[in-house]
């Protein structure tokens, strides 16, 4: 997630959900697990049985509309996002 005072980010930088997914399957099976309500990450077990990954998509895929959470930041304020 960008925290962005000095405009160092930018799109171009971004490697998207879609493609962490895509490499990692191109040396593992992956299953996705099924979505729970106010999860930010979207889950997958490898099919051998041994792990799973959580990729946050927050960038290329929001999920603001099912978010949960607040945050609180180094200075001590409560913010909704990240």
Excluded: N
């Amino acid at each position: 997630m960008p925290f962005d005072g000095q405009k160092l980010w930018g799109t171009e930088k971004v490697v998207s959900g879609k493609e962490i997914v895509e490499r990692i399957r191109e040396h593992y099976d992956l299953i996705s697990v099924t979505h729970t309500i106010g999860s930010t990450a979207k889950i997958f077990q490898f099919a051998e049985g041994r792990g799973e990954i959580g990729v946050i998509t927050s960038m290329t895929e929001p999920f603001c509309s099912d978010c949960d959470r607040i945050r609180l930041s180094a200075d001590g304020k409560i913010v909704p996002c990240l």
